[in-house]
Structure formats: C-alpha cells, structure tokens
C-alpha cells in the first residue's frame, strides 16, 4: 500500500496517481531535510483541519438532519393532534347532535333540569321528548309536574286527564290530577273524576268529596192512591228535589217533608249537595196515580121545553119566599147537584174544559135551542160529562091579553061614514067629494064605504086589543074605548 505524501490517503501500490487529491506518486524518495519535516508537519495539521471540518459538516448534517426531523416530527405529531383534535369535536358535535334527536336524551335532559328547578330547561326539552314520543306515560306525567310548577295547572288538568284515560289504573296521575282540581276549587270536576276512578285508594283519600245520589222511599210505578215519598241519602248535605219533571239545582225546592205525589203522572228527580257545595248524580222516578174520575153530576130539571114568562108579578100580599116561588115558574132555572168535596164546571153548546165557569148557583135558561153540560171536579180530575138539551121559548100574559082584545075590538068594528074622516091636505091629492062619496083615507085608516068592516092586520093595526069608536080626534094616540097597554097605534085613528 502506498500513502499520498499530500493528503496521506492510503492506496495501492500499482496507482500512481492519488485517486484523493491527484497528487502524483513520488517513485524516488526525496532527500529528508527541515522543509520535507515542515512540509510534513503542516501537511498533517491541513489534514487533521480537513478532518475536523469534514467531522463537523458531517455533525451539522447530522444535526441538520436531526432538526428536520424533529421538525417532520412536531409538524407530524402537531398535524396528528390537529386531527385528533378535529375529530374528536367532530365525533363530540355529530354525538351530541345524535343525542339531541333521541328521546332518551331530551327527557333525561328534562328530568334533570326539573329536580334543579330549572323549569324553563326542563320545559323545552320534555316538549322535544313528546314530540318523538308523545305516548310515552312517563314523559307526559312529567310534563304535567312541569306545568304545575309554571303555574299552568289547567293545561296540566288536561294533560293528566288524557294520561288517565289512556292508564286508568295510574294513581299518581288520578293524586295530582284532583289536587288541581282542588287547588282550583273546581268541585264539580273533582267529583266528575272520582264519579269515574276504579282505585279504592283514591276514593278513600277523597272520601270528603263525594256525594252519593239519594234513595227514594217508594219505587217508580203505577198506584191507585196518593203517594208520600221519603228521600234519603248517605251523603251528609241537602236534598234538592223537582215534580216537574226539570233537573233540580240549588235553587229547587228543598226537602224537608215527605214529597206528596197527587194522581195524575208525576216524574221525581233529587239531588244532594254535599257540604264542599258538591252535588251528587240525580235520581229519578215515575210515578202514575190513577184512583178512577168523579161521578157524572145530577142536572135537574130534564132535557125539554120549557117557556120564560116575563110578565110582571103581583106582589101584593105574597111574601118573599112566594115571590121567589113565582118567579121560579116564571123563569126556571138550571140546578146541579155537586156532592162535598167536589166542584162543578158548566157550559152552553160545547163540552167543559178546566177553563169553565164553575157552578155556584142555579143557572137561568137561555132562550133557543140549547145544550147544558156539567162536570164534577176532584183534586184537579174531571169526571163524566153530564148534558142536558133544553128548548126555552117567551111567553107573557100582555101579549096574551092584547091578542084577546084585538079580536074583541076586530068584532066591534063600527061603519064608518065621510063625517067621520078626518082630511090633512098635506098628505091626500086635491079630490072633488061629494056628500055622497068620502074622500080617500089615508092608508091604515078605517074602510072605504060604511058596509065594509076591514081587519086589524088589513088597516095595520097591532094586536093592542082597541077598537074604534067612529069617531077622531086631532092629534090623538087613541081612540074612546080602547085598550092602551101596549102602547099600540089604533086603527080607526088618521094622521093629522
């Protein structure tokens, strides 16, 4: 092996050349002197210098290396954590997203917010729960706790009544549900609720609100004689009751005495009212009383004819009960016998209604053709129609007598002569006469020639029973010898 005298790099023997630095091999050795030693010398400082820079390029480069490395490393690791970093959040966002969406989440959310009495917390996210799940009972029973705690208790009523109709054996909801009502004062939506709970334990808790539908003495039917009815009830409280077939109130009757039931068709209803003002379910019943209608009455006199007489009485020397006695022949009248106990209603020409006249006296007969009905009454029952036909006609004894004078005063007609008419110009036509024929009478008067006799009904005199007596007097009503109780015109009298 040869070495460079230059660079001191080691070679073989066959090279000539260094392959290090170039340096040329020296075959001959050279003289050693100072120089060479110096030469030397310095050649192996250059050397060592060489080395140790080449040592501390190789250090830098290490070092270099080692830098960029650990930079890679920190950028690696720093980009590796950014990632961790990122997806972690992201796991974390898109779990919690996840979560928030889930009915399990937001009603545990909600039920702790509520025991932190966060309420408004709790609110918003048991109403997220319900809209993923609104049949779920223990998130509605938490809902209405709630609402109860903001103070809405009756949408809180709402909801427990749906809980409870959907769970009617849930006695928690059925506990708060009647504590609203209760905290309201609602009782009758109290009672409405424990009308309808199966639970044993709830009515016994509430035993102070119920009110139990009263009882009635007598059973609902048909009876043949008037009832009392006495009604009671378990339920401490008034008893309210109606006959009128309305539903009773606390502005109903108040019972007190056993309740009358008349005949006729009556429908009881009751109620009571407990002492929270609580009223309990009615109770009802029909009751029919029929005990047969009043008999027909006794009308007297009998169907006939029968004739009113309106001529004056004599009362001279009759007493009062005569004079009654007469008048009653005169004008008879209608009696009825009504037995105690009853009334009588009556009328003319159409059966009796409850708005009849009732009967108090004996009635006159109307003149005509006319029906007479009447009925008994008992207890507000009518019995059988009676009827009566009656044909009444006028008679009196001035007609009577003035029909017998006109016939006497119709024979006792006298002739008549022309002296014996009495002429008005006014009311005859200018007329020559002569002594030997009478003028032309007025209409009505007497006939026209002495030897004819002219009737009552011919000259227009009324049956008033007068008769002429040939003679006239101006200006008169009545002629010598008549008969003046009707009042009526005479028949051998003219006008003047």
């Known amino acids: 092996m040869r070495t460079c005298s230059k660079c001191g790099a080691q070679f073989s023997d066959d090279e000539l050349i260094c392959p290090k630095c170039g340096q040329e091999v020296q075959l001959v050795p050279d003289y050693v002197t100072i120089e060479s030693h110096i030469q030397k010398d310095q050649l192996k400082r250059e050397e060592e210098l060489r080395a140790r820079e080449e040592e501390q390029e190789k250090e830098e480069v290490i070092e270099r290396r080692i830098r960029q490395r650990r930079t890679h490393i920190i950028i690696g690791i720093s980009a590796i954590v950014a990632i961790l970093v990122i997806s972690i959040s992201l796991v974390l966002y898109f779990n919690k997203k996840g979560n928030d969406s889930s009915f399990e989440y937001n009603y545990s959310a909600a039920e702790a917010s509520y025991e932190d009495g966060d309420l408004d917390g709790a609110y918003t996210s048991i109403t997220k729960a319900l809209a993923l799940d609104g049949s779920n009972h223990d998130a509605r029973l938490l809902y209405a706790r709630i609402l109860v705690g903001r103070n809405d208790r009756k949408e809180a009523a709402v909801v427990l009544t749906d809980l409870i109709k959907d769970f009617p054996e849930d006695e928690e909801a059925y506990d708060l549900l009647l504590q609203i009502y209760k905290s309201l004062e609602d009782y009758d939506s109290l009672s409405e609720v424990l009308k309808n709970c199966p639970l044993e334990s709830i009515l016994t808790k509430y035993a102070a609100y119920i009110a139990k539908a009263p009882a009635f003495s007598v059973e609902a039917g048909t009876y043949d004689r ?76 009998a169907s006939g004819s029968y004739k009113i007489d309106d001529t004056p009485i004599s009362t001279s020397g009759l007493t009062a009960e005569q004079i009654k006695a007469q008048e009653d022949l005169q004008h008879p009248k209608i009696t009825v016998t009504v037995p105690d106990g009853y009334k009588c209603l009556y009328s003319f020409d159409e059966s009796p209604t409850e708005n009849s006249q009732e009967y108090t006296q004996p009635i006159e007969m109307i003149e005509g053709e006319h029906i007479f009905y009447a009925v008994l009454v008992e207890n507000g029952k009518m019995g059988e129609v009676a009827s009566a036909t009656y044909i009444v006609t006028k008679t009196s004894k001035t007609e009577t007598e003035s029909e017998t004078n006109s016939s006497d005063a119709y024979n006792s007609y006298e002739t008549y002569t022309p002296d014996d008419y009495y002429y008005n110009e006014s009311d005859y036509s200018e007329t020559e006469t002569t002594p030997d024929t009478p003028a032309t009478p007025d209409p009505g008067t007497a006939p026209e020639t002495p030897s004819e006799t002219t009737t009552p009904s011919d000259s227009g005199a009324s049956d008033s029973g007068s008769t002429g007596s040939g003679t006239s007097t101006s200006g008169g009503d009545s002629s010598s010898g008549g008969s003046a109780d009707s009042g009526s015109s005479d028949s051998s009298q003219t006008n003047p």
Do not use: H
């Open 226 to 301: 008037e009832l009392q009815v006495f009604i009671t009830s378990e339920t401490a409280g008034t008893i309210y009751y109606t006959t009128n077939g309305r539903q009773p109130t606390t502005k109903s009757e108040q019972y007190t005495t056993p309740v009358l039931i008349k005949e006729g068709t009556t429908t009881l209803k009751a109620i009571v009212v407990n002492d929270k003002g609580i009223a309990s379910d009615v109770t009802e019943a029909q009751y029919v009383v029929s005990m047969g209608g009043p008999p027909a009455p006794v009308i007297d006199p």
